[in-house]
DNA sequence: GCTGATGGAAACCGATCGGTTTCCCGCCGG
DNA sequence: CCGGCGGGAAACCGATCGGTTTCCATCAGC
């Protein structure tokens, strides 16, 4: 039989945490997180030394799981502009869901406003890896400025996500499209590589 | 001389709140937000039925300050596309102090996570009456989907806002630069209105 | 079968939570 | 001069917080 309880004490508390805390907030108390993971709060101060290092790990583990996920699978050798809209239409697809409570790196470090929470840092490195996957695709792609480009699209993926988890909006094809007329001004066309209307010259503060 | 206690312990407690619980976020005590005020808890639970009150009373209050400072001066017959990057122009003003966190219905909206709650809906007629800003400005603009062109400006808005929030980053021209250029693809250009390449035509998912 | 490590249940601790109440000072009109 | 009252200070309440400790059931190795 398969017996409800089989994984790691470590492994069922991390879950738990991951869960709820996601639901809940980082207010979660840990009794709360104990009781639903099954394990003693004896166990988790072995494990850990305190709240705020169980939610760090927590986030730790979902970085891995969050980028298979959202980015586009290993064998997959599509084009630049593919793989970042590839991203966007995961974000789409888990927008539907009714308990999509939007980014939960992002959450965290509303949440907790410290930046130098444990949990925080940790937040702010998974966000930091899909900000350089946008570039690294840029780049591939000979964006002429592809660290401007990764930042829009870091501003729409972060901002399209915490709208839909706060219920504000459905999406429904608002982010991939957003996404695409950025991909597009920057010259990332469904073509080919770089060769739109403005490859350089895009920058700063267009307006007065 | 100028007595710094005159408001009403009222106003006086509203204003601790607002700032309060936006540097520290909802978790906040209301014993920390009394002493704040200089109002004794006595004086807050004859004037508010409990903190949930208490912090839709300041939220309430915020909006139409943030109203103010954000949108244009009722004065000023600037055309569409000037009173809409108004907005962002005055978000990367607001983003550039270092004790900026972000958009304070956000915010709220992330924390409490509960969508029934009352400070939450407060925040969520707060993001509406941009939201509904930014539609009308397209629609006088003659934008060929002013409620599309919104539903953009409000994504960039919150993602600009909360990445500025959280120190990810630091704006200087991103959010005015990616809302112009959303403006441009509406058709919503500096020359004149809705007549650019793509009037119409341009929503649903576009990607598979 | 015995033993020792693992780990859950739960009592316990001081601090703090949201919320209520008592007390008393200072300011007001009469 | 005084009586009423708005309102701050602070004690108090039960619940819960993060964190520690005790106790005991289980199970693997011998």
Do not use: W
């Amino acid at each position: 039989m398969t017996t409800t309880t089989k994984p790691t004490p470590r492994d069922r508390l991390l879950d738990a945490a991951a869960e709820l805390i996601y639901r809940e907030g980082v207010g979660t108390g840990i009794d709360a997180l104990c009781k639903a993971a099954g394990v003693s709060k004896r166990s988790m101060y072995q494990l850990f030394a305190g709240k705020d290092e169980v939610l760090a790990a927590a986030l730790t583990r979902q970085e891995p799981r969050l980028s298979a996920l959202l980015f586009p699978p290993p064998g997959t050798p599509a084009a630049p502009r593919d793989r970042v809209l590839h991203v966007f239409e995961r974000l789409e697809e888990a927008a539907t869901s009714p308990d999509y409570r939007g980014c939960p790196f992002l959450a965290a470090q509303v949440e907790l406003k410290d930046p130098g929470h444990a949990a925080s840092e940790v937040a702010a490195r998974g966000k930091q890896a899909m900000s350089e996957f946008f570039r690294a695709e840029a780049e591939r792609g000979g964006v002429g400025q592809p660290e401007l480009l990764a930042r829009r699209l870091m501003v729409v993926y972060d901002g399209a996500s915490a709208r839909a988890g706060i219920g504000a909006d459905t999406l429904d094809g608002l982010a991939v499209s957003t996404a695409a007329l950025l991909l597009d001004a920057a010259g990332l066309t469904e073509n080919g590589p770089a060769s739109g209307p403005d490859t350089a010259e895009e920058a700063g503060a267009p307006a007065a």
